[in-house]
């Protein structure tokens, strides 16, 4: 199962990198959208949960690693409310579930 990392810059300029044990981020967030803070929150829970999910249904253990994602997403939130602005997803890798597919060839 391929897993993805990806930056977000939050309203502060503050770059995080995140980790998700599958490729199901890419349903719920796109590279280059700006997306309110509430709305990224959202987005990003319902995306590792179901990483998280699929992993357990697929491995028969849970994913700390994606519940540790969303704990360091929420308390980046946390403080990011404070700032006005969105939250930017700068990059995904891999890039696309096509590009995981086909080793990054097109």
């Not at 995140?18 to 890419?26: E, F, T």
Request: charged share 20%; net charge negative; aromatic share 8%.
């Amino acid at each position: 199962m391929p897993d993805v990392t990806f930056d977000i810059r939050w309203p502060d300029g503050n770059v995080q990198s995140c980790y998700s044990p599958s490729l199901v981020i890419h349903d719920h967030l796109a590279t280059g959208v700006d997306y309110p803070i509430d709305d990224f929150l959202t987005r990003a829970s319902s995306a590792l949960n179901s990483a998280a999910e699929r992993v357990r249904e697929k491995f028969g253990f849970y994913c700390t690693s994606a519940m540790q994602t969303l704990h360091a997403i929420e308390a980046s939130a946390a403080q990011a409310r404070t700032s006005p602005g969105t939250v930017r997803v700068l990059s995904m890798t891999p890039p696309s579930v096509e590009a995981a597919n086909t080793g990054g060839k097109p």
